[in-house]
T-cell receptor
Framework: DAMVIQNPRYQVTQFGKPVTLSCSQT?????MYWYQQKSSQAPKLLFH???????NEADTPDNFQSRRPNTSFCFLDIRSPGLGDAAMYLC????????????FGDGTRLSIL | AQSVAQPEDQVNVAEGNPLTVKCTYS??????LFWYVQYPNRGLQFLLK??????LVKGSYGFEAEFNKSQTSFHLKKPSALVSDSALYFC??????????FGRGTSLIVHP
């Protein structure tokens, strides 16, 4: 089945130690999103790619970076994680049509020691 | 600016009873409305959408939603709740682009 896969499902890192989360898709969708979700709150959009074009949300901290080397893969890099960055990180994909739903991976739960 | 509101943080319902999870929106132009469900430690899953046409939309797992333009609402409903329906539900709107705006979510708890 076509899907969105996130690895790892659980990630533990130390305060200030860089960490990379990965997302892959077999849906061939041109838009990929990264969301941060805390404590059953609404997902907060960090940034998204429209094809290779990177779109950063205005309030996304500089600590968060992203790479999309090809259509299928997207990475979230947290350069110096702080305690406040502990959260669930969700990757999603969609076509660039308003009427098509997003497809989400099962997320990576990040813990900071 | 577009917005979507889910006025209830939590909805409690007994198994077998009908359930409603409320959503209201504020957009200019035609709203494209979606419902998603999130089970613990999982991503969001698409349930149903309203784009145009019939105001009653049917979706996955027996859920349906009613679009009401005059009340700017898109409430999620199910005739008979199951304990397994207990989850977090998000309403979303896409007013002018492919970027959605999510409601804050409603926790549905179905009691045996």
């Amino acid at each position: 089945d076509a899907m969105v896969i996130q690895n790892p499902r659980y990630q533990v890192t130390q305060f200030g130690k860089p960490v990379t989360l990965s997302c892959s898709q077999t849906l061939n969708h041109n838009v990929m999103y990264w969301y941060q979700q805390k404590s059953s709150q609404a997902p907060k959009l960090l940034f998204h790619y429209y094809d290779k074009d990177f779109n950063n949300e205005a309030d996304t901290p500089d600590n968060f970076q992203s790479r999309r080397p090809n259509t299928s893969f997207c990475f979230l890099d947290i350069r110096s994680p702080g305690l406040g960055d502990a959260a669930m990180y969700l990757c999603a994909t969609s076509r660039d049509n308003r009427d098509q739903p997003q497809h989400f991976g099962d997320g990576t739960r990040l813990s900071i020691l | 600016a577009q917005s979507v509101a889910q006025p209830e943080d939590q909805v409690n319902v007994a198994e077998g009873n009908p359930l409603t999870v409320k959503c209201t929106y504020s957009v200019s132009g035609n709203p494209y409305l979606f419902w998603y469900v999130q089970y613990p430690n999982r991503g969001l899953q698409f349930l149903l959408k309203y784009i145009t046409g019939d105001n009653l939309v049917k979706g996955s797992y027996g859920f349906e939603a009613e679009f009401n333009k005059s009340q700017t609402s898109f409430h999620l409903k199910k005739p008979s709740a199951l304990v397994s329906d207990s989850a977090l539900y998000f309403c979303a709107v896409r007013p002018e682009s492919y970027i959605p705006t999510f409601g804050r979510g409603t926790s549905l708890i179905v009691h045996p």
